[in-house]
């Protein structure tokens, strides 16, 4: 549901969602912008009036949710409007990466935390992570695995940077000539930089593109290791299966797990 948090009340957001029950019979919905009513109350006003008119609705946060914004009661009662999957955003396990160089001013106390909170009841957890900034090097993104590793989340995306144009890690990239391919700056509609590259845009400053894809290989590893740890009863993605109490790809041997992106 793009922009309806930007621009509607509580009871806004809550009519649409009452239009998409009762004229299209959808039960589950996706929600993106959630992050826009980052203030607790908003949260909570929109849970309460879906409580309130009974809507028998199920909802994920598909777009990183505002781990700041998180606390107890919010968390339930997004769990009493109907949520059943969340993704979060930690972006990265190093202090340094996460708030001083991405300035999220998230500390890993609050991460861990809210994680807890959430493991409270029966929702899928998800995060997303960043790897391949400028600054980076073996120790950040062993942090990075390590936060992972300790989180238990069920779900671990861990992407590369893409520095889009008009950001500051886009300039520092141009400045200091850490892509991997040369740019035409006045030309970049002709090649634009897309999301979810599958290989480094740039090159950090003190790590080798073999050095940061090994690194790739191991996170691909993590993507569901954990899935259903706590609820053993989550289905597992489509391709994916359990032997022996470690999440594989079907036809896949230990060894080769997370050989591309799946």
């Given at each position: 549901?793009?922009?309806?948090?930007?621009i509607?009340?509580?009871?806004?957001?809550?009519n649409?969602f009452?239009?998409l029950?009762?004229?299209?019979?959808?039960?589950?919905?996706?929600?993106?912008?959630?992050?826009?009513?980052?203030?607790?109350?908003?949260?909570?006003?929109?849970?309460?009036e879906i409580?309130?008119?009974?809507?028998?609705?199920?909802?994920e946060t598909t777009g990183g949710?505002?781990?700041?914004?998180l606390?107890?009661?919010?968390?339930?009662h997004?769990?009493?409007?109907?949520m059943i999957?969340?993704?979060l955003?930690?972006e990265h396990g190093?202090?340094?990466?996460?708030?001083?160089?991405i300035?999220?001013?998230?500390?890993?106390?609050k991460?861990?935390?809210?994680?807890e909170m959430?493991?409270r009841?029966?929702?899928?957890?998800?995060?997303?992570w960043?790897?391949g900034f400028?600054e980076e090097?073996d120790?950040?993104?062993?942090?990075?695995?390590?936060?992972?590793?300790?989180l238990k989340?069920?779900?671990n995306?861990?992407?590369?940077?893409?520095?889009?144009?008009g950001?500051?890690?886009?300039e520092?990239?141009?400045?200091?000539?850490?892509?991997?391919?040369?740019?035409?700056l006045g030309a970049?509609?002709c090649t634009?930089?897309?999301?979810?590259?599958?290989?480094?845009?740039i090159?950090?400053?003190?790590?080798?593109?073999?050095?940061?894809?090994?690194w790739r290989?191991k996170?691909?590893?993590l993507r569901?290791?954990?899935f259903?740890l706590?609820?053993?009863?989550?289905?597992?993605?489509?391709?994916y299966?359990r032997?022996?109490?470690?999440v594989r790809?079907e036809?896949?041997?230990?060894?080769?797990?997370?050989?591309?992106?799946?």
């Amino acid at each position: 549901l793009w922009g309806l948090v930007f621009i509607l009340s509580a009871i806004g957001v809550a009519n649409n969602f009452h239009a998409l029950l009762m004229v299209t019979g959808v039960l589950i919905i996706s929600l993106w912008t959630i992050n826009a009513i980052g203030i607790i109350t908003g949260i909570i006003s929109i849970c309460k009036e879906i409580v309130r008119r009974g809507l028998d609705i199920q909802f994920e946060t598909t777009g990183g949710l505002n781990i700041n914004s998180l606390n107890q009661e919010v968390i339930d009662h997004m769990v009493g409007a109907g949520m059943i999957s969340v993704l979060l955003s930690p972006e990265h396990g190093s202090d340094y990466i996460r708030n001083e160089v991405i300035g999220k001013r998230l500390p890993a106390e609050k991460i861990f935390s809210v994680i807890e909170m959430i493991r409270r009841h029966k929702v899928l957890i998800g995060t997303n992570w960043i790897m391949g900034f400028p600054e980076e090097t073996d120790e950040t993104l062993q942090a990075t695995y390590d936060m992972i590793c300790q989180l238990k989340a069920d779900r671990n995306w861990v992407g590369l940077l893409v520095p889009f144009p008009g950001t500051k890690v886009y300039e520092q990239c141009a400045r200091d000539g850490l892509f991997v391919d040369s740019l035409d700056l006045g030309a970049l509609w002709c090649t634009p930089i897309k999301a979810h590259s599958e290989y480094g845009i740039i090159k950090p400053y003190g790590m080798t593109q073999e050095e940061l894809y090994a690194w790739r290989h191991k996170f691909l590893q993590l993507r569901y290791r954990y899935f259903g740890l706590f609820y053993p009863d989550f289905r597992l993605p489509k391709g994916y299966v359990r032997v022996d109490g470690e999440v594989r790809q079907e036809g896949d041997s230990p060894s080769r797990l997370g050989e591309g992106r799946p």
